[in-house]
């Protein structure tokens, strides 16, 4: 049991005592822990200095973590300890994040990444015990967060508005769908200016209500930039029901 050094009861870990208290514990204060087997008081250690209880398999000293052996590591950078192995992670010192080896040299870094919260929930990502999902662009979320966004069909960051996976496949569906899909005639000539979320290009393109393609990567994850265009005249013509602009 943590004697917590804020309010001075025992909890068997600090999440119990955050759900019951007003207020956090910090764990790198607790200094005493009661054995619950022979009731002892003592300084935090792995092994009851009485009765000889292992408190837990995993002890750190730092975070006065207890807790069955998950080949758990403490990160100094992250100031945490993290579910292991450690050689399977290395810390990115300008992300601030322990991150999976592969991830090495192949990820986008977003200087303190961790320590924003998850933009879907607003909760803390560094020391959640969900596990974060890297986007592309460099961005975090929780993997549950980014689940839940999958399911319901969006495929961009929240925060930036890139593809949030390689959506190439679906790209080359989405050509074969407007190939087949011909606008009415009226439309066929019409352009429209557009600004590619995934490559920050602007650039004029055919307009079609299925979807506009970037001519600059082929994504069509694009946000329209003014009205209809046609070729023949490169004038610009207002959407119905917008009012005309007075002398």
């Not at 764990?27 to 002892?40: A, L």
């Not at 250690?45 to 009485?50: G, H, I, N, P, S």
């Not at 750190?60 to 590591?73: E, G, S, V």
Request: aromatic content about 6%.
């Amino acid at each position: 049991m943590l004697n917590a050094p804020c309010c001075g009861k025992l909890y068997v870990c600090r999440l119990c005592h955050d759900a019951q208290e007003n207020h956090p514990m910090d764990r790198f204060k607790v200094r005493e822990v009661q054995c619950s087997k022979c009731n002892t008081l003592q300084q935090a250690q792995k092994t009851c200095q009485q009765c000889q209880l292992q408190f837990g398999e995993y002890y750190c000293d730092i975070c006065h973590l207890f807790d069955k052996d998950k080949k758990q590591y403490h990160c100094q950078p992250c100031g945490i300890c993290r579910i292991g192995p450690s050689e399977k992670y290395f810390h990115c010192d300008k992300c601030n994040l322990c991150l999976a080896q592969d991830l090495r040299g192949n990820h986008r870094c977003v200087e303190n990444v961790s320590r924003q919260n998850c933009p879907v929930c607003m909760e803390d990502i560094h020391t959640s015990r969900i596990g974060a999902h890297v986007l592309p662009c460099g961005h975090l979320l929780h993997k549950t967060c980014f689940d839940d966004m999958v399911k319901t069909g969006v495929h961009r960051c929240p925060l930036c508005m890139r593809s949030a996976w390689n959506l190439d496949y679906h790209w080359n569906l989405l050509d074969k769908e407007i190939s087949q899909t011909p606008m009415p005639s009226e439309y066929q000539d019409a352009t429209v200016q557009v600004i590619c979320h995934d490559c920050q290009t602007h650039c004029t393109v055919p307009f079609h209500v299925l979807g506009l393609k970037c001519t600059g990567c082929g994504s069509y994850n694009t946000a329209q930039d003014g009205g209809l265009m046609w070729q023949q005249e490169g004038q610009n013509l207002q959407d119905e029901g917008e009012p005309e602009q007075q002398d």
